[in-house]
């Protein structure tokens, strides 16, 4: 089956950046749907970004502007870049691959911003 491995997540202040890694135990290039979720304590597991097979995203209206989903298709990566990090942030975030109607997710990484 596919894996995927989150890496990046650590703890920073409000206003700061990090960059999430997703590396894919397959081939990308074709997939469908790409994307980050997260699910912050006590609250139900939500979308913050996505990128089909054409390079169109999607994003939560909490992150645009400061959230950027990336893939390289050589690397088999996804990647999210998170700028201006707010508390509210705070979450763990899970990689997932939509390969035909499966999905594939992740083990997540923690995210925790402080004030």
């Known amino acids: 089956q596919v894996q995927l491995v989150e890496s990046g997540g650590g703890l920073v202040q409000t206003g700061g950046s990090l960059r999430l890694s997703c590396a894919a135990s397959?081939?990308?290039?074709?997939?469908?749907?790409l994307g980050w979720y997260r699910q912050a304590p006590g609250k139900q597991r939500e979308l913050v970004a996505t990128?089909?097979?054409?390079?169109?995203?999607n994003y939560a209206d909490s992150v645009k502007d400061r959230f950027t989903i990336s893939r390289d298709n050589a690397k088999n990566a996804v990647y999210l870049q998170m700028n201006s990090l707010k508390p509210e942030d705070t979450a763990v975030y899970y990689c997932?691959?939509?390969?035909?109607?499966?999905?594939?997710w992740g083990q997540g990484t923690q995210v925790t911003v402080s004030s």
């Open positions: 997932n691959v939509k390969i035909f109607t499966a999905n594939f």
């Open positions: 397959i081939s990308i290039f074709n997939i469908k749907t």
């Open positions: 990128m089909t097979s054409g390079d169109l995203t």
